[in-house]
């Protein structure tokens, strides 16, 4: 994955602490590029013996088989290891956006077609398909501003660049509390203790959830007694306070479940994001 605020700290912790119960070094490898299907073809390739694993946000095994024609590995081919922590997804505008509210921001958007911009990770990204679901929920017209990174197009959103995006909570809660973005609602299924007064996006449309999330997969093929010890490693790990502390001040929730829980819960996000593809028409053409 690329080198980023949460998508390369988070495994940084996780191998820091692999390291000590292996009693060898874990080492991490950024391969960014191709909506990080260059890492996830990587590791497809890698031998299954428990030694290669792939930490990754969710493109790679729910969304990116659905949008490009060919991806050079298999994503139904990993193992599962762990779902290591999820973050809300936060509706977040430019202070400079004629809207205090969910409902403002869309009637804004439907009396000005195409004159809201958004900014998301990528095409593909949660944050991209998060606001074409909103979009197609609600009818607002507004044009897709897509980045490489998370940083850049949060950047030019403080900057007025652009005017609207999804994000994941942990990255605009500083803007937040400094007064220069508005947060409008979450994705997650209920309402945060952070933001108490904020409404989920589920209290409008029932079922709506969109997470940032954060998974531990293995290489096609690789034995299930591998699987099962390095899911209870990183378990043990994860439930450590100390861990705990630091994935918690990241606005993350740590998960850490069983592999069985997080195949479950791939399967569900790779049928929700492939159903707002096909619903809103995207492709990796689009602007």
Known sequence: MPPGPTADLLPRILADRLALAWKQPVIIENRPGAALNLAAAAVARSIPDGYTLLATPAPPLVINEHLYPKLGFDPNGFVPVSVLAQASNALVVNSNVPASTLQELVSYAKSNPGQLKYASSGIGSTTHLAMELLKTLTGAEMVHIPYKASASALT???????????????????????????????????????????????????????????????PPGTPAEIIVSVSSTVAKIVRQPEVGKRIQEMFLMPVAGTPEDAAQFIGEERNRWRKVIDTARINVDDP
């Open 156 to 218: 030019d959103l403080l900057g007025g660049h652009v005017d609207v995006m999804f994000d994941n909570l942990g990255n605009v809660v500083g803007p937040v509390r400094d007064g220069k973005l508005r947060i409008l609602a979450v994705g997650h299924a209920e309402r945060l203790a952070t933001f108490p007064h904020v409404p989920a996006l589920s209290e409008y449309f029932p079922g709506f959830i969109s997470t940032s999330w954060f998974a531990l997969v293995a």
